[in-house]
């Protein structure tokens, strides 16, 4: 008892445990994605949630990678000095992941618009 006790206390331990922790949790959400989701937009009659299931299902699952290495770094001492470095570095990762996500679901959704909008026009 008294070994899992430093075990659990060791900063080092932790850390993998928070990663280890995410990566589970980011392949139970793929799962859930790929097995459940994708098969109740598939009964559907537009193309578009599965498009969207599609595209959002890389760039979250890496989301939830990189919050658990941005936990689990800093969660270690070691890294306390580089602690701003960090955080600046894991914004600008989150920004780009998340712009990158939300401008292909716009870009979707301005595609079938601009679709729709044709289709109603009138040719001379």
């Known amino acids: 008892m008294a070994t899992l006790n430093i075990l659990i206390r060791n900063k080092y331990f932790q850390a993998y ?3 280890v922790i995410m990566l589970i949790f980011a392949k139970v959400f793929h799962y859930i994605i790929k097995n459940y989701l994708k098969k109740i937009t598939e009964r559907t009659k537009g193309e578009i949630d ?3 299931i599609r595209i959002i299902t890389k760039p979250l699952y890496l989301l939830i990678i990189f ?3 941005f936990f689990a770094l800093r969660s270690l001492s070691f890294f306390d000095k580089y602690i701003s470095w960090i955080n600046n ?6 920004v780009l992941l998340t ?5 292909r679901i716009l870009s979707l959704f301005v595609a079938k618009w601009l679709r729709v ?4 026009e009138k040719t001379p």
């Open 17 to 19: 445990l928070i990663l």
């Open 117 to 120: 909008q044709k289709r109603f």
């Open 89 to 94: 570095i894991f914004f600008v990762l989150f």
């Open 67 to 69: 919050v658990g290495v």
């Open 99 to 103: 712009s990158f996500l939300l401008s």
């Open 50 to 52: 599965n498009t969207v």
